[in-house]
């Protein structure tokens, strides 16, 4: 037995005798043994009380700036990599959203949790706040915009229903196959400065695995898996068919979450099963997803260090 396990075998027993004591005859415990039992309670307590406390105790505090400039977005979300201006299929949906808004912003350079523990967020006005699409909620409210003037109620049902689908559902799909099946590859790929690498993408990996078991999602094979994923992917491509943006000749809400997602596709997965489906079955897609590219990230290059030779 090494020196280790041998001392820990010792104070297990240790701790044994003493709550024997404590238990049969208390009145002998001498002060080593109240200083130890004292201890564990504190430790059983601390765990008790976290394992109790909810997720949301332990999500990060949000600093928001004490001194804003009224109107303006303070955007929060993973900063660029070599592959693409963001990592988060939300936070690009956000961006691209604010881009097809005309709504300036400035993004931080700090990767800090949002209020809802969680990316992307925003600081607005001194107030932090959550989620993409509350986001937009908001935004569409504050600045008068929006995006799906031109539909009719049928086809905003339809563009919500397939956004949902991409977040809810097919987004699991994506995590998993670039964040898990990818591990290896990942910091070579992206470019990936050694900081996101240790301690977001690690950190975010162990997270999406215990969120896909939640979800209940995480419960399928691998083959289960990538045959719900290809059938959201060609649903999408089918509904695209030839027209230019998902609801028809102009860009709507929907695309800045459809794009969103599809670039995690077409830069940060290359060689995975989606990709395939992507760029091999569904060539509309790509084609759509380079369109919202060259339309609203002209900066793309710039933003993520590419040049000519990289793509
Ligand atoms: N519904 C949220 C989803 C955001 C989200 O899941 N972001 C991921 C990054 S892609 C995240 O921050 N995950 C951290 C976690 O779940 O702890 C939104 O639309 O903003």
Not at 157 to 184: H, P
Not at 201 to 213: D, G, R, S
Not at 266 to 285: A, F, H, K, Q, S
Request: hydrophobic share 40%.
């Amino acid at each position: 037995m090494s020196g280790f396990v041998q001392s820990l075998w010792e104070a297990v027993g240790t701790l044994f005798q003493t709550f024997e004591q404590l238990l049969t005859d208390p009145a002998q415990l001498s002060c080593d043994d109240l200083v130890v039992l004292g201890a564990c309670s504190v430790c059983v307590t601390v765990a008790v009380l976290w394992a109790c406390s909810g997720e949301e105790l332990r999500t990060q505090k949000v600093k928001v700036r004490a001194d804003f400039t009224p109107g303006k977005v303070h955007y929060h979300g993973i900063p660029p990599v070599r592959a693409i201006p963001c990592l988060s299929p939300f936070g690009l949906k956000l961006e691209t959203y604010l881009r097809m808004a005309d709504i300036p912003y400035e993004p931080s350079t700090e990767m800090a949790m949002g209020p809802k523990g969680k990316l992307p967020w925003i600081e607005y006005n001194g107030q932090a706040m959550g989620d993409s699409n509350l986001i937009i909620e908001f935004l569409n409210k504050e600045k008068g915009v929006d995006l799906n003037r031109s539909l009719h109620d049928a086809d905003r049902a339809v563009s919500r229903a397939f956004v949902k689908m991409l977040e809810e559902n097919t987004y699991w799909g994506g995590a998993k196959c670039k964040m898990i099946d990818n591990q290896d590859k990942i910091q070579e790929l992206w470019e990936v400065s050694w900081f996101i690498f240790f301690f977001y993408l690690k950190p975010a990996i162990k997270t999406i695995k215990k969120n896909m078991w939640a979800h209940g999602i995480g419960r399928h094979s691998d083959a289960e898996l990538e045959a719900i994923v290809e059938k959201d992917v060609r649903a999408l491509s089918d509904f695209l068919g030839s027209k230019l943006y998902l609801m028809g000749d102009e860009p709507t809400e929907a695309d800045a979450a459809v794009f969103g997602f599809l670039a995690q596709i077409l830069w940060t997965m290359p060689g995975t099963y989606m990709y395939r489906i992507v760029t091999e079955d569904c060539p509309n897609l790509q084609a759509y997803t380079i369109r919202m590219k060259e339309r609203y990230w002209l900066d793309w290059d710039q933003l993520t260090g590419n040049t000519k030779k990289d793509q």
